[in-house]
């Protein structure tokens, strides 16, 4: 039986050269990956605790750092059968208005951006900069002045006072309109004005030019906007706190804040729990316009 001898110096090269692939490896790609997983573990640990503190019946801090210790998905079924707490509702209620509000805010923030990108008209100047004044001051400073507003049209007008959606809805629309219109319209600059000139010679006012050509080409931006409008919509809780009042008529960021807003009964459980099913719309939303996000701008518009 013979054994191959090794030379140490052979091994020894081989190993160096070994060590400095790795090396090269990793300093052209190999700390892209290591960027991402480690961006990928900061960004999913929050969505791992909340989950596990959510099947976690106890319903503390305290006994939701050992992660998935028990798995039970009984703040769950308790979320549906809590009298005081009608979290159906709430589920109802914030869809509805985040759709709601989604939809008409791009709906109006794509034709205030096509007017001001298109059309030259007088004081077009002073309004593009009136929607970037505006957006310096906080929305924190007009929830006064939105529950007298409302108060005073809930006297002539119920459906648009205190303890209406319909009045929350456009409270969303008049403070998401002036970013998203600017967003908009920067993004219907970029489309040439030259396929705008093609319609007008074979007879199409505005309107068509609007609907039918370049609202295809822009979108990527109205899905931006739409999920950006969504998100907002659902996590915001300082207007929906003051405009409804009903427990009924609440949204879900009004309504788990209940969970433990109180010192001696928190439930962190329930809380959580509640936080894993709002997330799903989102979710729900995101995947159905991704493609749209990702497409490009003119695709096949000059052709």
Known sequence: MFIEETNPKESSSWIQHSKTNVLRWFVRTG?????????????????????????????????????????????????????????????????????????????????????????????????????????????????????LLLSNFGDVFPILGINSRLALILVYLGSALGVNTYLMYGFFNTVPKEIDEAAKIDGSGHARIFFTIILPLVSPILAVVALLSFIATVNEYAVASTVLVSPEKQTLAVGLYEFVSQKFSQNWGLFSAGAVLAAVPVVIVFICLQKYIVSGLTAGAVK
């Open 31 to 147: 700390w892209r990956h290591f960027v991402g997983i480690l961006s990928c573990a900061f960004a999913g640990f929050p969505i791992l605790y909340i989950v596990s503190a959510s099947l976690n019946q106890q319903g503390t801090l305290i006994s939701s750092n050992h992660l998935f210790s028990s798995i039970t998905f009984d703040n769950y079924v308790k979320l549906f059968n809590m009298p005081q707490q009608p979290f159906a509702e709430w589920y109802l209620n914030t869809i509805i208005i985040g759709l709601s509000g989604s939809v008409l805010s791009v709906f109006l923030g794509a034709m205030a951006a096509y007017a001001f990108s298109r059309l030259r008209f007088y004081g077009r100047r002073v309004g593009l900069f009136s929607l970037i004044l505006v957006q310096m001051f906080p929305q924190v400073l007009s929830i006064v002045a939105i529950y």
